[in-house]
């Protein structure tokens, strides 16, 4: 998505540019030889003043369209270099990761990992990075510590263990949690998306399996809904779309959010998982991944609602 934006800064300035540009040269042409009219032509002198006036006032509209075209052009480029320098940071952090082998070495491990720049810390917010063997602790880890919602975006949920609705249980018990995953009849109408993603991530029969998943979740979310002892409720949504990454992120709107992202890089055996953490809503890196987390939750479809 964030090739996308770029892209569209680069076109948008395309779009502005082209047709100032062509008006630009065509008044200088047309002031041009309005200018030579009115010196050279035997016209009266009545004339020559009308057409040095009219040749006046599009040379000053020339010079307005020129400045307008600069400034235009300098605020495309601040925008264009704000989502080259957030890519960046997202390339920078997708090259951070670095396992950590044995559970006796993780504290260790951890602090490895940890970023030394203070100045890359605070602007971009990467924490440390999480290896593959601890993916299911640090997800623990992170709902634990919300205090005001958690929200879940996934694939097809294939690692739902009854510890794992246990877990959600109990992190229910003290915030609202939001899921949302692939739409299993995206899947069903986009065989060859299903196939794609059955190799990416090494899923066999990933349609049936986000199938499962889905009547799980359904159920299990509204059984937990009906139940009116909960105060706190689960909102349930599936996407229709190739999906870009997978993360848990807590207390979005407040200053101690956290987030654990998860890049997908198809056809490759690992994928990196890196923690952001927000300091004041400030944070850049943290920002995108947000707003490209909440327009998959606005476009998504329904499917448990709090009632």
Request: glycine share 4%.
């Amino acid at each position: 998505m964030i090739n996308e934006n770029l892209e569209k800064q680069i076109a948008k300035y395309a779009q502005i540019k082209t047709p100032i540009g062509v008006l630009v040269v065509a008044l200088f042409i047309l002031d041009s030889a309005i200018g030579v009219i009115a010196v050279f032509a035997k016209i009266s002198d009545n004339c020559r003043g009308w057409l040095l006036f009219f040749a006046l006032v599009i040379l000053l509209y020339i010079v307005y369209l020129t400045f307008k075209l600069l400034k235009t052009r300098r605020w495309q480029m601040e925008q264009i270099s704000a989502v080259i320098k957030v890519q960046d940071s997202v390339v920078i952090a997708e090259n951070v990761d670095a396992p950590r082998q044995k559970s006796n070495e993780r504290t260790s491990a951890k602090t490895e990992n940890t970023f030394t720049s203070s100045q890359f810390s605070q602007e971009n917010g990467v924490k440390w990075t999480v290896s593959p063997d601890g993916r299911t602790e640090a997800y623990e880890s992170l709902r634990q510590r919300a205090r005001h919602k958690i929200s879940i975006l996934g694939i097809a949920m294939t690692d739902l263990t009854e510890q794992v609705f246990q877990s959600l249980g109990k992190n229910a018990e003290n915030v609202n949690i939001d899921l949302l995953m692939i739409d299993p009849e995206y899947l069903k109408s986009k065989p060859d998306v299903a196939e794609e993603l059955s190799k990416a991530f090494n899923i066999g029969f990933i349609t049936g399996k986000a199938e499962d998943s889905f009547g799980r979740l359904k159920n299990f979310c509204q059984d937990w809904n009906a139940d009116h002892k909960h105060i706190h409720k689960f909102q349930f949504k599936v996407y229709q779309h190739l999906p870009a990454f997978g993360m848990v992120m807590i207390d979005d709107h407040d200053s101690g959010g956290e987030m654990i992202c998860e890049n997908y890089l198809y056809k490759m055996s690992i994928r990196p998982r890196f923690e952001l953490v927000c300091h004041a809503n400030n944070n850049r890196l943290f920002q995108v991944y947000r707003l490209e987390y909440n327009e998959a939750w606005k476009r998504a479809r329904w499917v448990v609602a709090p009632s």
